[in-house]
């Protein structure tokens, strides 16, 4: 998460304890559904909202999170300058990223025993009950903005190919959100904050980060004496004692995973989604700058941090700042053959839709 307020710290640990012993090997992220769900699965979420007060109209905002694939292009040419020093094959076609960091190939394999299809409809489950408390901003070409941005900084991660989407709830604290299965949230309090679309990319590209490092397993392996552990394995212990290996109740994994929303992330979660977020800018073309500009800037408006109190782990944001700089002087990488120059025209637009409806 950006800040302290609400994030999504171990939504998809406390399934992986559940479903890891009581379900048929892992199938491949090809296999997921892309832009849509089954038949089956639509009619498990809805009966799901219905039992927890989630209006069925929600699933609509789901839908709407779609747009035209050619348009979304138009919107990526507009924007990016292509290095004509550099040879490309096709003119017309917007070159390919640099090649990936070297520091990546350092990275451990992050690895969730959820498949994407059980990811996507747990995640499905929690942004319902999301968007329950928090309504959406309801501006068609400003959340088609944010979602082009976003999607284009996810196809600089290393999970390119889940079907992100992106919405902006309303709330006057800067706030974004990430839930398994690739569904983000910022607050509009955020966006009036934010100066460029650079700015805003590095926003979207730290939560892209936490989903696609699946974020807290590693934490979850580490923890699991733990009460809220125990509880989860005592229940992995109940499934697997049921005829026939029957799949996991992700009704029951949904509600766990919404009753930890509140929460901090750890250090090494936050210092990593902040590093992968700024490479994910750069290799779009973005400014390097944008990341330590955003961390400035809720710094200034919210204070350094949370107190000892509130969390020992979530580091302040000047330990973020100076962990950041440090990761652009050593390990960051840069886009040689394109460059996000022509954006600020269109992010204005976004801050005038902002101010004029609040």
Not at 127 to 142: F, K, T
Not at 149 to 161: F, L, T
Not at 287 to 306: M, W
Request: glycine share 8%; aromatic share 8%; net charge negative.
């Amino acid at each position: 998460m950006i800040y302290r307020t609400r994030c999504w710290r171990n939504i998809g640990f406390l399934a992986l304890l559940v479903l890891e012993a009581s379900r048929p090997a892992r199938a491949s992220e090809s296999e997921a559904p892309g832009g849509g769900v089954s038949a089956d699965v639509r009619d498990r979420i809805a009966a799901y909202y219905e039992s927890r007060g989630v209006q069925a109209s929600v699933w609509d905002q789901f839908e709407a999170a779609e747009y035209d694939e050619e348009e979304y292009r138009r919107f990526v040419r507009r924007g990016v300058k292509v290095d004509t020093r550099v040879p490309i094959a096709d003119p017309a076609r917007i070159p390919p990223p640099g090649p990936a960091p070297k520091w990546w190939q350092e990275l451990s394999a992050a690895k969730s025993s959820l498949t994407l299809t059980e990811e996507t409809e747990v995640g499905l489950m929690v942004a319902g009950r999301v968007l329950r408390e928090y309504p959406l901003w309801e501006d068609a070409e400003s959340t088609k903005y944010v979602r082009f941005v976003g999607r284009y900084v996810a196809e600089q991660s290393m999970r390119p190919d889940i079907p992100y989407k992106f919405f902006i709830i309303q709330g006057k604290s800067p706030a974004a959100y990430s839930t398994p299965g690739g569904f983000l949230f910022v607050s509009t309090g955020l966006l009036q904050l934010l100066s460029d679309e650079d700015e805003l990319a590095f926003v979207l590209g730290h939560e892209v980060a936490h989903v696609a490092r699946f974020h807290g397993i590693l934490e979850v392996e580490r923890t699991a004496t733990t009460r809220r552990a125990n509880e989860a394995l005592e229940e992995l212990d109940t499934m697997s004692q049921k005829s026939g290996g029957e799949k996991p109740d992700l009704e029951a994994i949904a509600d766990e995973a919404f009753k930890v929303f509140t929460g901090f992330r750890s250090r090494a979660e936050e210092d990593q989604a902040d590093a992968l977020g700024v490479d994910f800018t750069i290799r779009g073309g973005y400014r390097k700058e944008c990341g330590v500009e955003v961390l400035g800037l809720l710094q200034k408006k919210l204070g350094d941090g949370p107190e000892a109190s509130e969390s020992d782990t979530h580091p302040k944001f000047s330990e973020r700042i100076q962990a950041l700089e440090r990761h652009l002087k050593s390990k960051a990488g840069s886009s040689p053959r394109r460059r996000m120059t022509s954006t600020q025209k269109r992010f204005d637009q976004l801050r005038k839709s902002l101010s004029g409806k609040e």
